[in-house]
Nanobody, 119 residues
Framework: QVQLVESGGGSVQPGGSLRLSCAAS????????MGWYRQAPGKERELVAA???????NYADSVKGRFAISRDNAKNTVYLEMNSLKPEDTAVYYC?????????????WGQGTQVTVSS
């Protein structure tokens, strides 16, 4: 099993910044992709950004140029730097990890951290 613990959420005014962190523990061997998803009230969970162990990244179009995902493999931690935040970025943000378990990929989720962008 893999445990994911998020931190760094909170409330910020439009145009502000926040940094999310997610630390992985447990059976972290063979974790490849780590990423961030978000879910706003009444909406489906959506990918925000993801990063492979080698550093290849993928972003949702809505956050390109504003958010940056990074990863410290030595600390088993993934970060999401969020700048120029907008009210529509308000959501619960979930950390995600995918680990190869021999025949398929296992997916793990954090408990979620609230991000609220409001004036």
């Amino acid at each position: 099993q893999v445990q994911l613990v998020e931190s760094g959420g909170g409330s910020v005014q439009p145009g502000g910044s926040l940094r999310l962190s997610c630390a992985a523990s447990g059976s972290i061997f063979r974790i490849n992709v780590m990423g961030w998803y978000r879910q706003a009230p009444g909406k489906e969970r959506e990918l925000v950004a993801a990063i492979t162990r080698r550093g290849n990244t993928n972003y949702a179009d809505s956050v390109k140029g504003r958010f940056a995902i990074s990863r410290d493999n030595a600390k088993n931690t993934v970060y999401l730097e969020m700048n120029s935040l907008k009210p529509e970025d308000t959501a619960v943000y979930y950390c995600n990890a995918q680990r190869w378990v021999g025949v398929t990929w296992a997916t793990y989720w954090g408990q979620g951290t609230q991000v609220t962008v409001s004036s």
